[in-house]
T-cell receptor, first 114, second 110 residues
Framework: GAVVSQHPSWVICKSGTSVKIECRSLDFQATTMFWYRQFPKQSLMLMAT?????????EQGVEKDKFLINHASLTLSTLTVTSAHPEDSSFYIC??????????FGPGTRLTVL | QKEVEQDPGPLSVPEGAIVSLNCTYS??????FMWYRQYSRKGPELLMYTYSSGNKEDGRFTAQVDKSSKYISLFIRDSQPSDSATYLCAMSERSDKLIFGTGTRLQVFP
């Protein structure tokens, strides 16, 4: 099956710093990648959708200047949380799909902002 | 009203039981329906993917979609302790933007 990896799996940072999370599709070329956020005991909430080589489309209420998404190639997308604050602490999960077919999810990145 | 409603559970069943998980939704434009399994602190794993109405079976798992009732189900036969996880339903209009349910936590005890 399709494999999606994320790095790092867990990160702790100080308030005010920026954190970059990588999402890679390992065995297929993903035309579209998605970024989700999941708070404890809650469901996944879509943050943004990115297509390779174009700007990401952000969901309502998600600050594009705070959550920078880059989709430089068909196998790599990055999410940078800029000037992170404790309320940004969450589980960030990416997914990748090929030509509108089912999404395959990465293992997630747990971000803790002190 | 949420677009997708799912009972959060927890649902606790003995090993070998048949498990029934359900979601209801309000958007009649949804055409693609999925079930994911998520273990604690892990990403969701796709279990079943269904387009439009009907049944789909894969091993011990059966997914049903009733678009007239806006109701989808996942049945797990011969449940095992390893099935203990949170099960998320998800759906979309064009197989791109997924709307997730809150997830049902399942516990299968030996």
């Amino acid at each position: 099956g399709a494999v999606v990896s994320q790095h790092p799996s867990w990160v702790i940072c100080k308030s005010g710093t920026s954190v970059k999370i990588e999402c890679r599709s390992l065995d297929f070329q993903a035309t579209t990648m998605f970024w989700y956020r999941q708070f404890p005991k809650q469901s996944l909430m879509l943050m943004a959708t990115s297509n390779e080589g174009s700007k990401a489309t952000y969901e309502q209420g998600v600050e594009k200047d705070k959550f920078l998404i880059n989709h430089a190639s068909l196998t790599l997308s990055t999410l940078t949380v800029t000037s992170a604050h404790p309320e940004d602490s969450s589980f960030y999960i990416c997914s990748a799909s090929l030509k509108g077919k089912e999404q395959f999810f990465g293992p997630g990145t747990r971000l803790t902002v002190l | 009203q949420k677009e997708v409603e799912q009972d959060p559970g927890p649902l606790s069943v003995p090993e070998g039981a048949i498990v029934s998980l359900n979601c209801t939704y309000s958007n009649s434009a949804f055409q693609y329906f999925m079930w994911y399994r998520q273990y604690s602190r892990k990403g969701p794993e796709l279990l079943m993917y269904t387009y439009s109405s009907g049944n789909k079976e894969d091993g011990r798992f059966t997914a049903q979609v009733d678009k007239s009732s806006k109701y989808i189900s996942l049945f797990i036969r011969d449940s095992q302790p390893s099935d203990s996880a949170t099960y998320l339903c998800a759906m979309s209009e064009r197989s791109d933007k997924l709307i997730f349910g809150t997830g049902t936590r399942l516990q299968v005890f030996p």
